[in-house]
């Protein structure tokens, strides 16, 4: 999904750094690696789960996840275009204190784009067409951040 997602923003004129791309960053090392590239916004991609006791078939579906109110309209700009696409259950935007969050300086969102312990969904992100679509979504969705359709134009 992620090599895919940055080949439509390259495609786009954006430039991609990856902090997973060649030697995986701990969470700990990512905001000095955030910090040296001066980003405009950084986007972590993951696939949900759910804990042990629930029921994955009753709660499942996007979810975008901010902490600083300044990210907050980039997260809701993914989760607009998003939403639609993995057609599970919309599990809205969310303020959390997480970890990759807490860079301050840019908008940071943590995209949990579908729950891949749906065997339908695990089914459908094996396919390239279907993270085409996803890639496409959070694309479209950032693209509508940055010119400034949602939230403050940056």
Sequence with gaps: LARQLVE???????????????????LAQRPAKFKAANPDLVISLHFNSVADEEDPRSRWGTQNIYLYPHSKPLAKSIHRYLTPTVRGHDLSVVQRNLVIARYPTVPVVLVESTHIIMPEEEKKLL???????????IADGISNFLLGEVGTKR
Excluded: H, N
Excluded at 8 to 26: C, D, F, H, M, N
Excluded at 129 to 135: F, I, K, S
């Design 8 to 26: 439509i923003l390259k495609a786009q004129g954006a430039e991609v750094i990856l902090s997973r791309e060649e030697q995986p960053l701990e």
């Design 127 to 137: 396919t390239p067409e279907y993270r085409e679509e996803l890639a496409k979504a």
